[in-house]
């Protein structure tokens, strides 16, 4: 018995080796048989010398029902024609995000990192930067490819003067409003001022509208953005400088507890879906997420009585806090950073920034932009056929004097895992104001 | 004079019986019905009837598209026979050696045989969320990874305790004067394994398979993790085609489960079926 | 039956490949689980040998607790009530009343029904505005007990629990397969002696399948329990408050954190707790050894 747990002890020791050493070996092992089922069906089309073809590997969430899914599958497409027979970029379609993630943390994890991923960490760039599984972009970027983005976007992710993190789409929150209701309730404007929307609030509820959406479940997310509004608005700036130390988190959780009194009944189990029905009901004054949700805005089918949605909206400011320090400020955040694994092969290095370039070629973007209604790091003209909405998110976004990554985005992960929890523990009143930061800052120190 | 009072209150507690009894069978045939007709309405509604409206209400108009939308766009149909494929073969190599297993297990006794079931049933405990890293890395190293290969094992591997608990349980019931019978009349190993144990657990292993094979169809994590060409993924994957990262296209995907759950159910159908001719023919016979 | 020498040989070639399997999927990973629970890792950065500091952790940590707690009385709830409520409509189908296929069929839908519906089906009858349920109470003068079933830090867990605890198919159709090998005859001779349905089965069927389905059920309904984790993931993800935590889904969020150590150590943790499960249920329904006395006895008539 005594031998054979020895001998278990054993293998196991070697497996943890292997998945350790496997970092030091990139990728290959992974995609060739990857590419086995992929060359069946299209063997009639491929001309001559596929031999020579470098094959990269693309696990992307931007499929499916995405909305920057038709026009990337055109811009790969096309771009695997213009390269035919030496670079061909496979996409592996991802698109539960959820899964997506767990798969991508579980590849890198294993030294299985594919070619080009799309990342959403802010907060793990170090780790990953300094983990050298990832390509170093800057010695390209320097090469004047780097005067595409806007400026400081780069910098602001680089680590030790590397770049494995490339910033490509961004995003925005502020509020957005639904003027119909606003008119109907006798406000004129939206509330400059955090006082004047608690005042707002109040007539809202009185009139039998819901002032915002706010969900406590699923991943909390509307919340978390209110909260990253109110903490922009309370701390400014250099709100995140010493982590959750800074009274303005106990504060903008005192906020964030009286807006769940002006938001629809069963906000504490709500996801996405309860927050997004209740806005397309037009039961809800306020609604505040990400530009893409632009989009829906414009759909047929959220139109009641013909009239779209959009037609009745309009993009407010951040309100400002008395005494706060916020004003000006935006809350934004990175979207996606491109992500290449490291390559021994500097022909299929080549290749991989070739489709990275080409990605962020700023035509490109553009396109991209306007049939998907999402944000880019990218500089670029924008198309004149983009809608009302977006052209007033881009305005509201040149025109902050500075801006601040949302909360998830300022901490770890296990930040906002715990986020949910902490929010229905404080509206339900199991905790304070204090105690819901205190909550947060156990589960960061958890994972430290 | 004893024999008529106690007659009519047995028979009334008949008649109680028997309400009760009609009262649960059709209560929880409601009960487990009830999501699939919510499913099947849900599937025929606008996803702004299904977000904003109320929950409960059939569709103004229904929405036959869906189906169209889950079939066309998400390709489900490649998707379904990847199941079939990938669930039978699974299934397959599950119930073979499970039952080879459980019958030693189950007919002998030897060195290490309760500590190898209850390391067995140990198994069924284990939270497989937490071997992601383990399981990807192996599959990786038999060089399975992104093949129908690496999903047909992994799947009859992580059934095999629940597969094997199963068919025990059933072989158990078996008794022990049928195989020494066989064994004086000089049936060998072999022999006893599948003109006896095999015929008699007949019920247990249809059900450790009807398990198994649902345990395939219904898995995401692994069918997600291990296969990455389009060609080669399952209905699961299929499923939530319809999600991205900001929203869900509810309403297609409830047309898209719908469409997963048909050849579960009438693949159930046919192999209760089976059940039920396997029980009269089998039926232990003393 | 004693083992043959002749047999030997055949023996373990037919346990061989479940036991190599078994090595290869749950041993190795699960000792290579156990390993890691005692490192610090992120899965990028170097491990770092941590000792038991994240068992420590994980029991200073409140939403950890509630996982277990949640997790044992959802494994009591699974074996003394899901459980037997499963027999008890075994017990009525394999009766064979009308329609019994039908409803044996109908019973196992849930099973089959991928359990993304499942939930958004319970959140929409629990929902706070539009819900099923609430919606009844209303209508039945109980409009005060109307709430938010799922966001109520009290209300959410005994609802995630209730609504599952009636899906009682699969081990329905465990049971009925037992009990439609108990030999006719006894029932037949029960009949004549005067019996009820309900004698019948409190005297012949509860007893014969009591120490083989009804302990695999129990056993399996417990580990289920204890395993608890899409329904949960999906209904409430944990909230309020972790209040509807398991131990899989806190484990699954630490994996999320990239906090291999600590999930690791949970999931040690639960193989431990499931352990103490199975071994207390063997005992309750007593030594294996009188599983074949029934059955001979059974076999014997």
Known sequence: ??????????????????????????????????????????????PAAPAEEIVINFPSVWVGTDSKAPYMEKLIAQFNEENAGSIKVVVEEQT????????????????????????????????????????????????????????????????????????FESAVFTPIYNTKIFNEIGWDHFPATYDEFFQ????????????????????????????????????????????????????????????????????????????????????????????????????????VDGVLLADDCEVAANPKYEGGKGEGGLVTTVQAFLAAAEQTDPAKKEAVVKFIKYLTDPEHVSELALTSGAMFFVKYEPSPETNLISQKLTQVANDADFTIIHVNGAFPTAFSTEFPAAVSALIGGQVDAQGFVDQLQTAIDMAE | MSQTRVRPSLQGRELILAVLRWFLIIFFALYTLFPLIWLFISSLKTNFEFLAGSPFALPAVPQWQNYINALTVAGLGRMLLNSVI????????????????????????????????????????????????????????????????????????????????????????????????????????????????????????????????????????????????????????????????????????????????????????????????????????G | MKLERSDRGPLWAFLGPAIILMLVFFVIPVIYVAVVSLMKWNGISAPEFRNIRNYMLLFKDKAFIRSVTNNVIWALVAGFIQVPLAMVMAIILSRKPKGWKFFRTVYFFPQVISGIALAMLWRAVYNAETGLLNGILKSVGMGHLACDWLGGIKTAFPAVLIYWVFYVGYYMVIMMADITTIDESYYEAATIDGATDFQQAIHITIPLIRRTSLLTCVTLASVMGLRQFEQVYMLTNGGPANTTSTIVLYMYKKLQDSNYGVASASAVILILVGVVFIVAIRKLFEGRSETVKVKKVRAGK
């Open chain 1, 1 to 46: 018995m005594k031998k054979a747990l020895a001998l278990l002890l054993a293998l196991c020791m070697i497996f943890a080796l292997c998945a350790c050493g496997q970092q030091a070996a990139p990728a290959p092992a992974a995609e060739k048989p990857a590419e086995a089922p992929a060359a069946e069906a299209p063997a009639a089309e491929a």
């Open chain 1, 96 to 167: 539960d995000y959820q899964a997506a993630r767990d798969k991508l943390r579980t590849t890198i994890t294993t030294g299985n990192t594919p070619d080009l991923c799309i990342l959403d960490t802010t907060y793990d760039i170090k780790a990953y930067t300094t983990s050298g599984k990832f390509m170093d972009l800057s010695p390209y970027l320097a090469e004047g490819w780097g005067q595409d983005f806007t400026d400081g976007a780069i910098d602001a992710w680089s680590v030790d003067g590397k770049v494995c993190f490339l910033p």
């Open chain 1, 200 to 303: 707002f609030c109040k007539d809202a509820k009185a009139a039998g509208y819901n002032a915002m959406g706010q969900m406590a479940g699923e991943n909390g997310w509307s919340s978390m953005l209110w909260y990253s509004l109110i903490v922009e608005a309370i701390g400014g700036k250099d709100v995140y400088a010493d982590g959750l130390k800074n009274p303005a988190f106990v504060q903008a959780a005192e906020v964030l507890k009286q807006m769940y009194d002006y938001t629809f009944e069963g906000a504490l189990s709500a996801g996405a879906g309860d927050v997004n029905g209740h806005w397309l009901k037009r039961d809800t004054a306020i609604y505040l997420n990400g530009p893409w949700w632009v989009a829906n805005l414009y759909k047929e089918e959220n139109a």
């Open chain 2, 86 to 285: 990938v669930g039978l073969s699974a299934t397959v190599f599950n119930i073979i050696v499970a039952s080879m297993g459980a019958y030693c297990i189950s007919r002998f006794r030897f060195n290490g045989r309760e500590k190898i079931f209850t390391l067995f049933t140990a198994g069924i405990l284990v939270p497989l969320n937490a071997l992601m890293v383990p399981y990807f890395v192996i599959i990786t190293k038999l060089g399975l990874i992104n093949t129908y290969g690496g999903m047909i094992l992994l799947y009859c591997a992580i059934g095999i305790p629940m597969s094997t608990f199963l068919i025990r349980g059933l072989m158990d019931s078996i008794p022990m004067e049928l195989e020494e019978a066989a064994y004086i009349d000089g049936c060998g190993f072999f022999g006893r394994f599948f003109h006896i144990i095999l015929p008699l657990s007949r019920t247990g292993i249809v059900t450790a398979a009807t398990f198994e094979f649902l345990t395939c169809w219904n898995e995401f994590v692994f069918a997600n993790l291990l296969v990455s060409s389009e060609k080669l993924r399952t209905i699961q994957v299929g499923i939530r085609y319809f999600t991205n990262q900001f929203s869900t296209d509810y309403v297609s995907m409830y047309a898209a489960i719908m469409i997963s759950i048909i050849p579960s159910i009438i693949g159930y159908i046919l192999f209760q079926e089976q059940i039920i001719a396997g029980m009269t023919s089998g039926a232990v016979k």
